[in-house]
């Protein structure tokens, strides 16, 4: 059993920085990829980022490259995610995963496990 639960989110001006957690309760967080999604009514879940197992590999959405920066502590069992200089358009609820290997994958099916997600609002 694994249990993701998600915290950090709430209301932003533009401009401004929110830190996001992930923690995770289960076995073996520390050998798989984890990543973060997000999602606006109407829309397909969107990779945000991605993290490889041991926490040396990155990638990014375009949309956020340069703003987010994505990490994780295996001995916390906790991935995070930094964003700065937030805009409007990142408004969502934001959702970390957990994949299914120790590679980072870019789709949601590639992902086991989800949070209940944190609603993330940037005003103008």
């Known amino acids: 059993q694994v249990q993701l639960v998600e915290s950090g989110g709430g209301l932003v001006q533009t401009g401004g920085s929110l830190r996001l957690s992930c923690a995770a309760f289960?076995?073996?967080?520390?050998?798989?990829?984890m990543g973060w999604f997000r999602q606006t009514p109407g829309k397909e879940r969107e990779f945000v980022a991605g993290?490889?197992?041991?926490?040396?590999?990155?990638y990014y959405g375009d949309s956020v490259k340069g703003r987010f920066t994505i990490s994780r502590d295996n001995a916390k069992n906790t991935m995070y995610l930094q964003m700065n200089s937030l805009k409007p358009e990142d408004t969502a609820v934001y959702y970390c995963a957990r994949g299914q290997g120790l590679a980072i994958g870019l789709r949601a099916y590639e992902y086991a496990y989800w949070g209940q997600g944190t609603q993330v609002t940037v005003s103008s």
């Open positions: 289960g076995r073996s967080f520390g050998s798989y990829a």
């Open positions: 993290i490889n197992w041991s926490g040396d590999g990155t």
